[in-house]
């Protein structure tokens, strides 16, 4: 455990956070909140680490249990803003030998968002007049992380107390993942590094014309100063915008997304694995801007010979080929009744199609930019529904997804969902036009690969994300 000052502060800190726990229940008038409230309210409480474990619960449906889940998806990650003085005197202290005033001609002191991790401001570069944006590393945040990652061990005996199924997990490798994706959050050169390596894949590949990524101007950003060019566009979910800000087809742009994102899951060394509606921007020439990199992924040959297996079968509706292929990628008992397990995906699909058609009726332009603005927000709980549904199918057959398809899959979902607002006729995995295949595979090749599957990689890195701009 921590010693010293910092851990007697710490330890302060969250008696205090307890104490308000219980005048919160005496207020109530001894009303008590069931136990994932609670501890939802005393993570925010907290802070910065315990906020990013509330995080990583809610991104996490198949290790932890639903109504956790659910209850940490509300996790609120906003605090005070850092006073713009201090803002400044980290400025300064990261440019070193240059004056802040010759790097940048007028910095916004109202915050773009203030989050327990890191401020985003607003600003224009001396010189060129570009329009960039600041991210800045909240002042102690590197010494409280250090100080709280030294209770994850008692964390995880909270958790397996509150949910005894826990136990059969491998905490160790949940825990290397806690401490692991922390440790990125306040590296902003792990981020400027993702953003600088998409960059070079979109030159690489000749995307540039149909999607880009905000530059970043190293020269200018370090391990707690991250600074970017800003893009201006509408979000991916709003059509009347859309055709508002640019003449090109929305069906047209959303095919370049999916293009872009699948082709950097192929051949890219990762992909941006958090594509919610905020961070996919339409620009005004009709490119699409991907913003946020603070999440993304990795997925070995192997493993997307068998994603190539369920997206190919989940094309022509083959379920007893998805099933092994989701066997495959999960950890199973020998048992596994594929046949039964083939009908429930069956079921499952079928109540997707149910929803997809709900919501293009939900989402239709003639009723304005207030009943989009409304669609997207069912759309995000929607999108949790879904996977949190289909985990269950695999546990109930004895399938136990990795944390790392499960985020996959969710980023499969938001595109799904965007494709009916944006372009309802659009049969993605059956139109020639939008490339999801590996170099090489033919049409209709993978459909057959379900049984020479042997072995899964799929890895997640997290470094800072949360921080969305337009």
Same mark, same amino acid.
């Given at each position: ?275 919610? #509606?905020?961070? &996919?921007? %339409?620009?005004? !020439?009709? +490119? /699409?801007?991907?913003?946020?990199? $603070?999440?993304?992924?990795?997925? *070995? ?121 944006? #372009?309802?006729? &659009?049969? %993605?995995?059956? !139109?020639? +036009? /939008?490339?999801?295949?590996?170099? $090489?595979?033919?049409?209709?090749? *993978? ?24």
């Amino acid at each position: 455990m921590q010693t010293g000052p910092r851990g007697m502060f710490r330890s302060i800190q969250a008696g205090q956070a307890v104490a308000s726990l219980a005048q919160d229940y005496v207020l109530s008038g001894g009303r008590l909140d069931p136990p994932q409230v609670v501890l939802r309210k005393l993570f925010e409480r907290l802070g910065a680490t315990y906020i990013k474990l509330g995080q990583f619960i809610a991104s996490s449906p198949s290790l932890f249990p639903e109504e956790y889940v659910l209850e940490f998806q509300k996790c609120l990650d906003r605090t005070d803003p850092v006073p713009f003085a201090t803002i400044q005197r980290i400025l300064k202290q990261e440019l070193q030998q240059q004056p802040l005033e010759s790097v940048f001609s007028y910095i916004d002191p109202q915050p773009l968002a203030s989050a327990s991790v890191a401020q985003v401001h607003s600003a224009v570069l001396a010189g060129s007049g570009k329009e960039v944006v600041i991210k800045v590393l909240r002042p102690g945040t590197e010494d409280v992380l250090l100080t709280d990652l030294n209770f994850l061990y008692l964390f995880t005996r909270v958790l397996e107390f509150i949910a005894p199924e826990l136990n059969r997990l491998s905490v160790g490798n949940i825990l290397s993942d806690i401490k692991a994706s922390m440790m990125d959050e306040v590296d902003f050169t792990k981020e400027a590094y993702h953003l600088q390596t998409f960059n070079d894949f979109l030159d690489k590949r000749g995307l540039r014309g149909v999607a880009t990524a905000p530059y970043v101007y190293r020269q200018f950003s370090s391990k707690r100063v991250l600074v970017m060019e800003r893009l201006s566009g509408v979000p991916l979910t709003d059509l009347a915008s859309i055709r508002a800000v640019t003449s090109k087809d929305p069906e047209g742009v959303l095919i370049s997304a999916l293009n872009t994102w699948f082709a950097s899951v192929l051949g890219a060394d990762t992909f941006h694995a958090d594509v919610h #509606a905020g961070n &996919l921007l %339409v620009l005004p !020439d009709g +490119r /699409v801007g991907f913003i946020d990199f $603070g999440i993304v992924g990795s997925i *070995s040959p192997v493993t997307w010979k068998a994603m190539e297996a369920l997206l190919a079968s989940l094309a022509v509706g083959d379920y007893d080929t998805m099933a092994r292929a989701l066997a495959t990628i999960g950890a199973c008992s020998e048992d596994v009744d594929y046949s039964a397990f083939a009908r429930d995906l069956q079921s499952f699909f079928s109540e997707l199609e149910s929803l997809n058609s709900s919501l293009v009726v939900t989402a239709d332009p003639s009723a304005g930019f207030s009943s989009m603005a409304a669609s997207v927000e069912v759309d995000q709980a929607q999108v949790n529904r879904l996977l949190l549904d289909l985990v269950a199918i695999g546990e109930r057959h004895g399938i136990r997804f990795p944390r790392e398809f499960g985020l996959f899959v969710k980023q499969l979902l938001y595109f799904d969902r965007y494709t009916r607002i944006l #372009a309802p006729e &659009l049969r %993605v995995f059956d !139109d020639a +036009r /939008v490339n999801w295949r590996a170099p $090489g595979n033919s049409p209709g090749s *993978s459909s057959s690969a379900s049984s020479s599957f042997d072995g899964t990689e799929i890895r997640i890195s997290s470094s800072g994300g949360g921080y969305s701009y337009n």
